[in-house]
């Protein structure tokens, strides 16, 4: 017998089986979905509750493992149950309980000119009308490309795909074949995306859940796969060393935002250049995190350091599920059908992700975006970092651009063992305290925080003053 799910966030007549149905009968009573949107922030605080989202996540929770459809959402580094969203604008985000957020997660990344940008939603709305998805070539691809191409210095070809994963699995399987070597070299902390090479001391979810590794991957998967310490010139020329003519690159986030925010020390990006290039191997930039964030050219524009190839993901997608590897042309040239190295997508180049990316894209290059940027998430890391001092923690941080992070840790933090001494339960009680001044940060202490174009003086303001009656608190 079908019946119709009714609860927080699933009243939209959708029918279930009588599997479900016997399962959530206690817990889904009543419909919840409309949300009063004009409550101001003040408001709010006096009565905040997350009730409705409980109920969801009690549902959400029997449906999907663990409630979420990616691990960090779950907020189990920080307590208490992942809040269920219901809209977002701008720097702004309304869960259905009705409460409002300023947002310093941006999607992970991909929201730098805000979320649901005008620009961008009637650009996919006159797109929409020309169809959904054309499974074959389309202009729109062609115009990301070339934005893409004159922007990243060290992409001359370009792949798109749909995730930071995909372009990362692309992009090892092609330095592989370029190469003809296997072995690859990641840095601890860092994370690529979840294919099982990367798997291996990994950042992001894999280091806010304390999983060393995961089950299900192969041995074999992650023979190859050697490790540093980021930030380590020497271990590196020790790899070198070791595996002689063997290593067909190395991959690395150049400045991470997986294990927090931790940048690269001066010369260190310099110093893999030179090796690599010593030693015959390929340098990868995973910029997916990286990419139109810290300048228009991504992270080897800011440094001027060119890699061999990268990849990018999020912002060029513009929220929409997008991901890219490019590089060389010779290189490039290897990808199929050009070359023999496989790699394909039924969705690929999907016209909406193609629209919104462009239009995200032309938002970015105005003059004057990046040093927005700069100015506000200064402000707000400072303002945080100062607060935090002043109420006696040990705390420190750093941004660059959209993109920044602090540790409750005096630091410096210069690699993941370093980020890992940061107090993370005295994150934790930071972090449920922000909730309710109405501040979403990322739910780990192990993210970077994102900043965007939308982002006004008075957000940053609400947020240091949130964050010096919180840091008093905790
Ligand atoms: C640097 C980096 N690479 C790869 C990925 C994987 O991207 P996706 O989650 O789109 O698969 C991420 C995701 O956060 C990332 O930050």
């Given amino acids: ?19 479900l149905t016997k399962r959530f009968s206690s817990s889904t009573g009543s ?4 949300v009063k949107m004009s409550v101001s922030v003040e408001e709010q605080k006096k009565n905040f509750t997350l009730k409705n989202s409980e109920e969801a996540f009690n549902v959400a929770k029997e449906l999907m493992p663990g409630g979420v459809n990616s691990p960090v959402r779950a907020f189990k580094s920080v307590g208490g149950q992942p809040i269920v969203f219901d809209s977002v604008k701008g720097s702004h985000m309304w ?19 805000g979320h649901a940008d005008d620009q ?22 062609n115009v990301l490309a070339e934005m893409v191409i004159s922007a990243v210095p060290s992409i001359e070809m370009v792949r798109f795909v749909n995730s930071g994963t995909e372009a990362c699995m692309g992009v090892l399987r092609l330095a592989r074949a370029f190469t003809g070597r296997e072995r690859i ?3 601890e902390g860092c994370y690529h995306g979840h294919a099982d090479p990367f798997l291996v001391k990994a950042g992001s979810g894999v280091a806010t859940l304390g999983l060393p590794d995961s089950p299900g991957v192969p041995k074999g998967a992650t023979y190859e796969t050697l490790t540093a310490p980021f930030n380590d010139v020497s271990a590196l020329e020790n790899l070198f060393e070791n595996n002689k003519g063997e290593i067909a690159a190395i991959i690395l986030e150049p400045v991470v935002g997986n294990s927090g925010f931790i940048a690269p020390k001066p010369d ?24 139109f964030r810290l300048a228009y050219g991504g992270a080897q524009e800011y440094f001027g350091v060119t890699p061999d190839l990268t990849t990018l993901g999020k912002i060029i997608g513009g929220g929409l599920p997008v991901g890219a590897y490019g590089g060389r042309r010779d290189i490039m040239e290897m990808v199929a059908p050009a070359g023999p190295m496989y790699q394909a997508g039924t969705l690929s180049g999907n016209p909406l992700a193609m629209t919104a990316g462009i239009h995200t894209l032309k938002r970015l290059k105005e003059p ?14 400072q303002g945080i970092i100062d607060a935090g001092k002043k109420a006696g923690h040990a705390i420190c941080g750093g941004y660059i651009s959209g993109m920044f992070g602090f540790f409750f840790t005096e630091g410096p933090v210069y690699n993941f063992e370093d980020a890992k001494k940061s107090d993370t339960t005295k994150f934790a009680r930071f972090y449920r305290g922000m909730l309710e001044e109405g501040v979403y940060f990322a739910p780990s202490q192990f993210e970077a925080g994102f900043t965007s174009l939308a982002h006004s003086s008075d957000d940053i303001q ?13």
Avoid at 95 to 113: C, K, L, M, Q
Avoid at 122 to 127: K, Y
Avoid at 463 to 474: G, W
Wanted: net charge neutral; proline share 2%.
């Fill in 185 to 187: 070299i990641k840095f």
């Fill in 1 to 19: 017998m079908a019946a119709t799910i009714t609860g927080v966030g699933v009243g939209l007549g959708l029918s279930c089986s009588s599997k």
């Fill in 31 to 34: 419909s919840r979905c409309s």
């Fill in 120 to 141: 961008v939603l009637a650009a996919l709305g006159e797109t929409m009308k020309k169809g959904t998805s054309f499974g074959a070539p389309c202009l729109l691809e």
């Fill in 368 to 381: 004057g975006t990046y040093e927005y940027l700069n100015k506000i998430t200064g402000e707000l890391t």
């Fill in 462 to 474: 609400h947020t240091i003053t949130a964050a010096e009656k919180v840091l008093r608190q905790i």
């Fill in 95 to 113: 869960d259905i309980d009705g409460n409002e957020y300023i947002d310093y997660v941006g999607s992970w990344g991909p929201a730098i000119i």
């Fill in 268 to 291: 260190f990006l310099n110093a893999i250049r030179r090796i690599t290039k010593e030693n015959g191997a390929l340098l990868i930039f995973d910029e997916v995190m990286t990419g």
